[in-house]
């Protein structure tokens, strides 16, 4: 003998089979707002990526003094910063630009020789400044990040060709780094003066990196911020482009409004079919009711038919927003170009399909939340007054 959520199930199962559109609609609406939820969450996971990617990533630095404007900041802050007690600086400059080869964007980076005492690879850091090759024809020398060379075909002793204000400027590789001073693959370091020089930016700098052995760090803070007199925020290295993170911020928020329309719609849709065919099956409900059914056995049995519609939308739904959302590609790199930062966007994947299951679950617990109310407020007398037909 069938339970009773066994009976509830084959009774709504019924209504549904005598209704498939109802089944249907469901089934697209959830899929629906699954792949729009995908889609965006896509998009912004690869914008979001790729942001954190032009973060800092040097070892021993407690603290990154990031200007606040993109023009940078004057370089004579970076004296006042040392003359704070205990403490061991290096400034840096970075400059968006493409690889005039294949036009892929490039961070490059300016160091000095004091951020050798922060880099897993001082000795070529260190000897940067005098490892310029004989003949200026062949460029400033740099050190290219081995992932990024790799990937572009090229090693040490080539030349490649960077986009700079006064033209197309060669840079001859002189070194490979296996750990970039930033976490994205497609940078290059180069003489501080150097990338000064080339991309006309004289006299300003865009960070700081602070290193000191003080115990009270939240008090070094408050110096270095004094130093530089609001010129800079003072923040972890790998918190070092939030400040581009803000920037996307509000395009971040009308997408997520996007997303969550989408699944609002597809909830309404759900939560209407199902209300009807709970409707459908209101005497079949009350006459187990009448015999003895509780609620909870009851809500199961809605629950056991709604189970395979969530599965069938997430399934239908989450590879089409992926694929969606990947397609989307040059909508996303025209996002990370307004953060103006060199770096290159990936689709996450495993991220947006989870966002996007979790978004089926709460449209389809809605309409089940919507099954125990209906449930718990069906009298009983109904088993025996109505006259609808079985």
């Avoid at 400059?95 to 961070?107: N, Y």
């Avoid at 004289?202 to 110096?223: C, F, I, K, M, N």
């Avoid at 996002?335 to 389809?364: C, D, N, W, Y």
Wanted: glycine share 8%; with cysteine; hydrophobic share 50%.
């Amino acid at each position: 003998m069938l339970s009773g959520s066994a009976l509830v199930a084959v009774s709504l199962g019924r209504s549904l089979r005598r209704h498939r559109s109802r089944a249907i609609s469901a089934v697209l609406a959830g899929a629906l707002g699954v792949a729009l939820t995908t889609a965006i969450l896509v998009l912004t996971g690869a914008v979001t990526d790729a942001i954190r990617g032009a973060s800092l990533d040097v070892p021993g630095a407690q603290w990154v003094a990031a200007a606040r404007s993109s023009s940078g900041m004057s370089d004579s802050l970076t004296v006042r910063a040392a003359a704070v007690p205990g403490v061991h600086v290096a400034e840096l400059i970075r400059v968006s630009t493409r690889d005039a080869t294949s036009q892929d964007p490039l961070l490059v980076v300016g160091v000095t020789d004091a951020i050798a005492t922060f880099a897993a690879q001082p000795s070529a850091l260190s000897s940067l400044a005098a490892t310029a090759p004989d003949g200026a024809a062949d460029g400033m020398p740099i050190l290219a990040s081995r992932t990024w060379a790799a990937a572009h075909d090229v090693d040490v002793g080539d030349t490649i060709s960077l986009e700079a204000p006064g033209g197309v400027e060669p840079a001859h590789i002189v070194g490979l780094l296996d750990r970039p001073v930033v976490r994205s693959d497609n940078v290059v370091l180069a003489a501080f003066a150097d990338v000064a020089a080339v991309f006309d930016r004289p006299g300003v700098t865009d960070g700081v990196l602070v290193q000191s052995d003080r115990a009270d760090q939240a008090a070094l803070r408050e110096e270095i911020d004094a130093a530089f007199g609001g010129a800079a925020s003072v923040v972890r290295p790998q918190d070092s482009a939030s400040s581009y993170e803000r920037s996307f911020k509000s395009v971040r928020t009308i997408l997520s409004l996007f997303a969550f329309m989408s699944a609002l719609v597809a909830a309404s849709v759900v939560f209407f079919c199902w209300r009807v065919t709970l409707d459908d099956a209101r005497p079949s409900i009350s006459r187990l009711r009448l015999v003895g059914a509780h609620h909870g056995a009851l809500s199961a049995g809605a629950a056991m038919v709604l189970l395979p519609i969530v599965a069938l939308s997430t399934a239908i739904g989450t590879p089409i927003g992926l694929v969606l959302g990947a397609n989307l590609s040059g909508f996303t790199n025209d996002l990370v170009k307004l953060t103006q930062l060199a770096v290159e966007s990936h689709a996450p994947m495993r991220g947006p399909a989870l966002g996007g299951a979790l978004v089926a679950i709460a449209v389809f617990a809605i309409a089940l939340a919507s099954s125990v109310r209906t449930i718990t407020k069906i009298p009983v007398i109904d088993a025996v007054v109505t006259g609808r037909p079985q």
